[in-house]
């Protein structure tokens, strides 16, 4: 039984929420961060990455910098660049890219569904990620950014959803990336206790994105129960701000792999034993892959398909991921890539960058480029229903969630 409430948000005012709204804190270097700052002075990045209101000598986890975090944000409040609902509501959090709508419920889960895996992971966390954010949250002594999370799609949501999206929206506008964001609010009572009973039906609730973000709020949830003993588990630390999404809307994109060198092989010696391992088909021009099983290669100005032969495959939730039989059969035993999370030889490109970015990195830095089909919502919950975790760069979701449209003080 999933607890998924409704929350006293604070939110922007009206007119506010275009120039607020930020792509999350981890999309930015501090460079590029300070840039953003300086072209919308309003951007909720000063909040999220307060190092920008400081000259570059100062350490970016300084506690002044999280204290500058804590008092631009309640400024603002207190100016009116927020306003606070004075009712518990759901929102809804409507992103349409290029075409394709994904629609969430913004509400806080539990950060015992958390503790307890109703709530599930795919992703191992890092303790040094998360210390910033930790001290982040318990600074400004609120939840910023939302955690992304995915349920299997529900009727009964689905209907209040589309009822609700027939009226007004709060916010309507479209980011300079182009994709459109609405937001709507959930107030009436009857169709709040329909939400909550029917994620309380649903069960199951997976991280998609967000897998430190998350363990932070959490983390900070249950150092505040240390310091309040007395607490009774209704108090705002006890949950953290999330948007989830039914499977049947989300997409998750490719992420693939460039490689800076062959190791001990030549390019002839390299693609001879791409050959062996795979069924190897030159392509015309650049093209991602079809299918499951299929991977395409980028190298010396030419494209491939490799087609993973039928022994090689796995119906383990894991060991059957496309990016753990490129990481298995090619990546390790041939380049010599034991841990991708920690090898400078290789590097990952988001699909949203599309193949010419494989093609351009080959040409500057790299030798060898893979194009990944990308991993489903269904293979993500198998994995995590199965308690295991995934290979790191899995998955990469887009549309990316805005920041500061919506605040849970804790």
């Known amino acids: 039984m999933a607890i998924i409430k409704p929350f006293l948000c604070i939110r922007p005012a009206e007119g506010k929420a275009a120039d607020i709204a930020a792509l999350p804190y981890d999309v930015y270097n501090r460079k590029e961060a300070k840039e953003v700052v300086a072209k919308n002075p309003d951007s909720f990045l000063k909040i999220d990455r307060a190092e920008t209101q400081f000259e570059d000598s100062v350490d970016t986890y300084a506690e002044c910098v999280y204290q500058k975090a804590h008092d631009i944000l309640w400024d603002m409040v207190d100016k009116g660049d927020f306003v606070r609902e004075e009712n518990a509501c759901y929102y809804i959090y409507e992103l349409t890219m290029d075409g394709r709508v994904q629609t969430g419920i913004v509400a806080c889960a ?15 966390t890092r303790a040094e990620k998360e210390a910033d954010r930790i001290h982040h949250v318990d600074s400004c002594n609120a939840q910023t950014g939302p955690i992304f999370l995915a349920y299997r799609a529900n009727e009964v949501i689905r209907e209040v959803v589309s009822r609700t999206k027939e009226g007004t929206a709060l916010y309507d506008f479209v980011s300079e990336d182009g994709i459109r964001h609405r937001v709507f609010c959930i107030s009436n009572s009857e169709d709040i206790t329909k939400i909550q009973n029917a994620f309380a039906a649903i069960g199951e609730i997976y991280i998609a994105d967000g897998h430190h973000r998350a363990a932070s709020a959490v983390k900070v949830g249950f150092m505040r129960r240390e310091k309040n003993p007395s607490y009774t588990g209704e108090e ?143 293979e993500l919950f198998a994995v995590a229903d199965a308690n295991l975790l995934m290979p790191p760069k899995s998955t990469w979701f887009e549309p990316k969630l805005r920041s500061g449209l919506f605040i849970h003080e804790i």
């Open 110 to 124: 539990s950060i015992d569904d958390y503790a307890n895996e109703v709530i599930k992971k795919h992703e191992n």
């Open 236 to 378: 705002e630390f006890n949950y953290f701000l999330s948007v989830l999404f039914p499977d049947e809307e989300l997409m998750i994109m490719d992420y693939n792999r460039v490689v800076k060198d062959f190791g001990e092989y030549t390019k002839e010696s390299f693609f001879a034993k791409v050959s062996e391992i795979f069924d190897v088909t030159e392509l015309a021009g650049a093209k991602s892959p079809q299918e499951k099983g299929k991977v395409t290669m980028y190298m010396d100005g030419k494209w491939y398909e490799l087609t993973i032969k039928e022994q090689d495959r796995s119906d383990d939730p894991v060991e059957g991921l496309d990016v753990s039989l490129l990481q298995n059969l090619l990546l390790d035993p041939v380049l010599g890539i034991k841990d991708p999370k920690t090898d400078a030889r290789i590097d990952f490109v988001g699909g949203i960058r599309g193949l010419s970015e494989l093609e351009r990195r080959v040409a500057k830095d790299c030798v060898v480029a893979f194009a990944m089909y990308p991993t489903s919502i269904q």
